[in-house]
């Protein structure tokens, strides 16, 4: 489980081909002091499991499912990636709750510079609109942010200049994919009218 609120930018040093799954080397500074083999890591908002480690780096598995449904498939060496440990249960949850389960990923369709910040309008599947309202939550390639505004298929994040300057959201551009996870309490609501008998 985690919050949503992104510890570091680390970068990937390097991918390894494992049939049809990748193995992705990452490195990192501040998150590196207590991660241990079979910890979860949020990379860009997808929950992995940490298979190796060194001083710098540590080591994750992506495997077919996760690669077809979110931008780890277009990872290159290079990149840099939102990293958040999972949370502890004695930790403040200053985000929302986020499982780190990307359910889609979405297109970035507009980025407008204000003096407050950025606002970016994103493009989603509509077959998830049924989990968003205004002023409710989304995770945004693993950056817990809070939905502005919503139309039919775009909702709009207002991002302060903070989160900007500390996640990969400040290199946001048009026509850019993400990874989207909505709300988990959205989903449980979801389900349990649908049982409703």
């Known amino acids: 489980m985690f919050t949503g609120l992104v510890e570091e930018i680390g970068c990937v040093k390097s991918i390894e081909e494992l049939g049809d799954g990748r193995a992705f080397v990452v490195e990192a500074t501040t998150i590196m002091h207590d991660i ?3 910890d979860s890591v949020a990379v860009n908002g997808v929950c992995l499991t940490v298979t190796d480690r060194d001083d710098k780096t540590f080591r994750v598995t992506a ?5 077809h449904k ?31 389960h990307v359910d889609a990923t979405g297109v970035i369709a ?8 950025t606002e970016v309008w994103v493009a989603f599947p509509t077959t998830f609109r049924k989990w968003l309202i205004p002023v409710g939550s989304v995770c ?9 505004e919503l139309e039919h298929n775009l909702f709009k994040v207002a991002l302060i200049p903070h989160t900007l300057n500390n996640t990969t959201l400040g290199a946001l551009v048009n026509g850019q994919e993400v990874n989207l996870e909505f709300d988990i309490i959205a989903k449980y609501v979801e389900s349990m009218m649908s049982l409703k008998g």
């Open 110 to 117: 507009n980025v407008v510079v204000n003096q407050q910040g």
């Open 70 to 100: 979110t931008t780890l498939r277009d990872k290159t060496p290079g990149r840099r990636v939102n990293l958040e440990r999972a949370v502890r249960m004695q930790d403040r949850l200053g985000g929302h709750l986020v499982q780190g």
């Open 36 to 38: 241990k083999i079979d």
């Open 140 to 148: 945004l390639d693993g950056v817990a942010v809070t939905v502005a």
């Open 63 to 67: 495997v077919a499912e996760t690669l």
